[in-house]
């Protein structure tokens, strides 16, 4: 082939084509492409800084913690301001607020009618319940709503991704009753940090970034006809609260606590003594389309 410039190269890249393909993928990847030359040349990018990049990536995805890397970059919340941007424009208003997902649901977690111990019986610290409605933007109940609710372990480790943690410890799915109400015992978690000497470290300690996260529970939220609601409370009080390493904290997200005495009705969750309790009602949307009821995450959906 003959010698290239820059520009010549960027062209070629960006035109080749024997086939249809797709519209889309061509011009998102003709736009990417564009601006990693343009950033290599302004930056005067070296062969080793490139190659250490590249390299760096075929770590990050065999750890599997991309999503790692695009919640501390701004990527998830940023779909979540999108989100609500669109649902403005569209006069969608009210209901609770989404919360980024983050990278560490697992599907599949053992089902329960009205509640259940996250906790399995193992108490750790303060004795936790957290109970409430699941409600239309009326206030209506809405029956027999499935939620999911995730949360860290005391070091801060979440099940089926940090070592010697149970299959599905502190993961739950709660069927709500038929008066929409759900509740659940465990424990306040701690706030999260990502993993030390892992790909996701490096790029951060690089950054001369920190990797925590405030305390948080995570929820998704399911009910027939309703838009499926995926979001996080956060625990008051934390260090992190306003400088989550993930952007997620969010107002109307941010529970009370309240500490006191059990009054009775806690038995079957095993809580007679001091407890702290928050209440919480998870209010949902109506679905403008079958794709936005389907129980579905972020990798679900795409996979589908
Ligand atoms: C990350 C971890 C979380 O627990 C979370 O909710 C969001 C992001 C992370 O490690 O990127
Ligand atoms: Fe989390």
């Not at 410039?5 to 070629?12: E, H, K, P």
């Not at 939220?221 to 838009?227: E, L």
């Amino acid at each position: 082939m003959s010698e290239l410039s820059q520009d010549q190269l960027l062209n070629l890249v960006n035109s080749k084509q024997i086939a249809p393909g797709s519209d889309r993928v061509r011009a998102l990847t003709q736009r990417i492409v564009s601006d990693l030359f343009h950033t290599i040349d302004e930056m005067d990018v070296t062969p080793d800084e490139f190659w250490a990049a590249v390299d760096w990536l075929g770590r990050l995805g065999s750890s599997g913690q991309l999503g790692l890397i695009t919640a501390g970059l701004g990527f998830d919340r940023l779909l979540d301001i999108r989100s609500d941007e669109a649902d403005a424009r569209a006069g969608r208003a009210g209901g609770t607020p989404r919360a980024i997902e983050g990278p560490l649901f697992v599907a599949g977690a053992p089902l329960s009618q009205a509640e259940v111990r996250l906790d399995e019986g193992e108490p750790q610290g303060e004795v936790f319940v957290m109970e409430g409605r699941v409600l239309d933007l009326d206030g209506r109940p809405l029956p027999h709503a499935l939620i999911d609710v995730w949360h860290a372990n005391v070091q801060g480790g979440y099940s089926h991704f940090f070592p010697g943690m149970k299959p599905y410890e502190l993961r739950r799915r709660i069927e709500a009753d038929d008066q929409g109400r759900y509740r659940f015992r465990s424990y306040v978690p701690p706030g999260y940090s990502i993993p030390p000497n892992s790909p996701t470290s490096e790029l951060f300690d690089a950054l001369g970034r920190h990797g925590h996260r405030p305390a948080h529970i995570h929820f998704l939220v399911v009910a027939p006809g309703m838009r499926t609601l995926t979001t996080q409370v956060n625990l008051p009080g934390d260090t992190y609260l306003d400088d989550d390493f993930a952007f997620a904290t969010r107002d109307g997200l941010i529970v009370e606590l309240e500490r006191g005495v059990a009054p009775a009705g806690y038995e079957s969750l095993g809580v007679n003594a001091p407890f702290v309790r928050t209440r919480f009602d998870f209010v949902l949307q109506p679905a403008v389309s079958e794709g936005e009821s389907l129980p579905l995450t972020r990798m679900e959906r795409v996979r589908a």
